[in-house]
């Protein structure tokens, strides 16, 4: 078995499982009824809109505030990165808390692969999963590309922006299936460091401080400033950072379960 063997095979059952696709279907009817209401708030106030010299156009009030509410300031909840902090759990918890559970884990080992290979594994097909999600969610604001005024270059950005936090979500949570003995442990605990990467800083910002380690820490800080259309090699770097650290830890204790046989 290669790499990609257990990347296809964890794939097959993300697509097999009912889990997936329910997941999938609420998550992205939830972002259409989202996108239905931003485009409405635009039309209502384009007037007003149109009246300012460098006002806000539809990129900015809707194709990028469909990624995320908090971190955008948009008046409706739930985007896609929100969305993520509990699809990604879900998704994940069973990569290799499942295997452990149900005593298949040295079936994998005995493949020869190395414990590096099986996390890899695991993570690229939950990233590729979660891949075809965003196209799919991004391809609902792009769809009136004819109609509208859309800044590539800004929605590149935001796009960028949003895969590197999902991806980061994936590494948390397929290293917390790694660590967990049950499925649902793995999920809970995926939640609670998504949501402290993403809210460890409010308290740094209810303060007024901008910036300091506490900030950098942040997801939402990197995140920001890729929605914004700016591409900073420092925030790339942190998420690649983020996702190495993740995988790396699961590693060493997939390594460690190999080892106890």
């Excluded at 929100?82 to 699809?87: I, R």
Aim: proline share 3%; with cysteine; glycine share 8%.
């Amino acid at each position: 078995m290669t790499l990609f063997a257990v990347t296809r095979l964890e794939l097959r059952r993300l697509f097999v499982r009912p889990l997936g696709w329910t997941i999938g279907a609420l998550a992205l009817a939830e972002l259409g009824w989202r996108f239905a209401l931003l485009l409405q708030l635009f039309l209502l106030n384009q007037v007003k809109l149109a009246a300012l010299p460098d006002g806000p156009g539809y990129t900015d009030l809707v194709a990028v505030r469909l990624y995320s509410s908090l971190i955008t300031g948009s008046p409706l909840p739930f985007g896609v990165t929100e969305l993520a902090l509990l699809v990604v759990p879900l998704l994940t918890m069973s990569t290799l808390a499942s295997e452990r559970s149900t005593g298949t884990l040295p079936l994998l080992f005995s493949t020869g692969l190395s414990a590096s290979r099986i996390l890899l594994g695991k993570y690229l097909a939950v990233l590729i999963w979660l891949a075809l999600w965003l196209l799919l969610a991004i391809a609902v604001p792009v769809s009136l590309a004819h109609g509208v005024t859309l800044d590539w270059g800004k929605l590149a950005a935001a796009t960028l922006g949003t895969f590197l936090a999902l991806a980061v979500l994936a590494a948390v949570g397929v290293a917390c299936s790694a660590f967990a003995s049950h499925p649902a442990v793995a999920a809970v605990a995926a939640l609670m460091i998504g949501i402290a990467l993403n809210c460890i800083n409010l308290g740094a910002q209810l303060a007024g401080v901008s910036s300091g380690f506490i900030n950098w820490l942040a997801m939402s800080t990197h995140q920001e400033t890729l929605l914004r259309g700016l591409v900073s090699s420092a925030d790339i770097v942190w998420f690649l950072l983020a996702i190495a650290v993740a995988l790396a830890l699961g590693t060493q204790r997939l390594a460690a379960d190999r080892e106890r046989g």
